[in-house]
């Protein structure tokens, strides 16, 4: 069963529009180092967050409690947060899955199956 014109011309669109995002991703999904400074920071907010909520629940105030949280919060952010040196380029994908469908579809028409 062979495509229309139009089928061609949507399917051609659709394939500039995945190369052009796939590169896009690719290009910013390099993975940097934990920066050793904010780790310790945010475990050390994190632990005060967590005596500040005790804190406040054992006092029985709730902003107390609140602070803590937020303080918690904070220090869980500032473990996640990678600013540290790029530790590599990101691998260019082995094969995208534009690429199987179209290897899928030239075995389909050779009649490869």
């Known amino acids: 069963m062979s495509l229309s014109e139009e089928d061609r011309r949507v399917l051609d669109e659709m394939e500039r529009q995945l190369t052009s995002g796939t590169a896009d991703v690719v ?3 390099e993975r940097r180092a934990p ?3 904010l780790v310790i920071v945010g475990v ?3 632990v005060a967050g967590i005596g500040v909520l005790v804190l406040g629940v054992m006092i029985t105030q709730p902003l107390v409690g609140v602070a803590g949280f937020a303080v918690m919060v904070v220090g869980a952010s ?5 600013r ?3 530790v590599g380029k990101a691998a260019a994908p082995r094969s995208t899955m534009y690429d199987n469908l ?3 579809w030239d075995r389909r028409t050779n009649g490869d199956a």
């Open 35 to 37: 920066n050793l400074r």
């Open 102 to 104: 179209e290897k899928r």
């Open 27 to 29: 290009s910013t999904s």
């Open 44 to 46: 050390i907010a994190l």
């Open 78 to 82: 500032l473990m996640a947060n990678r």
């Open 84 to 86: 540290g040196p790029a």
